[in-house]
C-alpha cells in the first residue's frame, strides 16, 4: 500500500513543490498551512509520515512536533528547518522527530530521508508482527520431545535471560534461526528488535555497510548517514546466519565489537556503543575453517560462549509425528484432514529427510494441498521417499546382537559412496540420498578429506 504523507508548511509554493515531487515517487500527499490545520489532518487521515515546519504562523513547529507525539506517538516526524536554525532541530529529535532537513534543501535527498525513514517503520511493524506471531505459534518453546529437543530447551532457559554470545551449529533446516529467536522471546529483550541478518545472501562489498552502517559521503550515493543492523538492534538481539561466510576484514570490525562493544560506521569516525545481543549461526565446520585459516580462531571463540548444536531430523525422528501434526494445523486452513494414516507415518519416520525439519514442513505441505480425503496416506508422499524409506529398512535387518556404532557407520558408509563415487560429491550424496550440502556438513564431522 502506497504511503501517506501529511506536508505541514506555511509557504504554499513549498507545499506545492514537495508535494509534486513526493506524487511522482508513488506517494499519496496532503498539506497543511498552519500548525491546528496540520494536527487536524492528522486526526482524519492518520498519515504514515509527516514534513513539518520548524516555523509556523499560530504555533511553533516544536508545539506541534510535541502535539504530534501525544497523540499519534508512532507516526515519524522529518523537520524542516531554515538556515542557521540547527539547534532547534536537534531539540526536535530530542522530542521524537526522526530527522531534519535545512532549506533551502536537494529535493533528492529528502527523497532519500523520506524512504529510509519508511524502511525503518516498515522494519519494526515487521519486528513487531514476527514477535506476536512467534510468541502465538511457538509459545515460547520448541517442538518435539526427543532427548536432544530437551537438553535444548534446558539450555535456552537457562541462558536466555544473559547478555552471552550464542553460536547455534546445524545442518540446514535444522531450525537455527527459530532457536534464536526463542532465546530472544524468552529473555528481558523481548519487547526490542530481534533483526536477522543472513551474511551470506549479501553481496561482500554491502555487508559492511548493512552491518556497520555508514555516514553521508562515505562513498557514491551515501547522501545520508544511515543506521547498520547494529545501531537497529540496539537494546535487543542480532542473529547473523551463516556467520563462516563472513569475509576477513569484516571478521576483525566483529571482533572489536564483541570484546570492546563498540564500531564505527563505514566512513566516520565517530565510536558507536552497540548494545544488541549477538547470536551467530552456521551450517559449516568452522573448527575445520579456523584450521584452513578462512576464519579467525580469536573470533570463533568469542563466539562461542555458548554452544548450541541442532541434531539433523533424522537423529531425533521420534519428533516427527509432532511435527508433522504442527504442519497439519498450519497448513490445513479448513480443517478438513483428521491426520496422517499409520503408514504414511511409518514412511515418513523411516526417510532420512536430508533437508531436515525444511523438507518435512514441504512436505506436509504438498500433501495437505494434494489430499482430498480424510487422512493422509502414503499416495500423497513423493514416491521417491518410499522408496528410500524401504532401502534404509533394508539396511537394518542385519542388526548383530552386540548394536553398532552409529557414528562409525555413518562414516563408513559415506567413505564407501565416496570410493563408489570416485570423490565426486554430488554423486556420492545421491547414493546416500542425502544433500551434497549434508554430505559436505557429515564429512566435516566426521573429518573425512
Known sequence: MEATILIIDDEEHMRWIIGKALAKEGYKTASAADGA?????LAALGPDLVLLDLKLPDESGIDILRAIKREQPR?????????GTVESAIEAMKIGAVDYISKPFDMEELKIIIS???EVVELASEVDYLRGEL????NTDLIGKSQAVEEIKKLVAKVADTPATVLIEGESGTGKEVVARLLH???SRANKPFIAVNCAAIPENLLESELFGYERGAFTGAINRKKGKFEVASGGTIFLDEIGEIPPHIQVKLLRVLQEKVFERVGGNEVVKMGARIIAATNRNLKKSVREG???EDLYYRLQ?????LAPLCERKEDIPEFVDHFLKKYDYRRKIKGFTAEALKIMCSYHWPGNIRELENTVERAVILCGEDYVNS?????EMADKAETAGALLIDLPEQGVSLEELEKDLIVKALAKSGGNQTRAARLLGITRSALIYRMEKHGIH
Open 37 to 41: 490545520e496540520g494536527l487536524a489532518k
Open 75 to 83: 507516526i515519524p516526524v522529518i523537520m524542516i528547518t531554515a538556515h
Open 116 to 118: 529510509r525513514t519508511l
Open 135 to 138: 510468541g502465538e505459534k511457538l
Open 185 to 187: 522471546l524468552q529473555s
Open 294 to 296: 578462512g576464519f579467525r
Open 305 to 309: 560462549v555458548i554452544p548450541i548444536d
Open 379 to 383: 499416495g500423497y508422499l513423493p514416491r
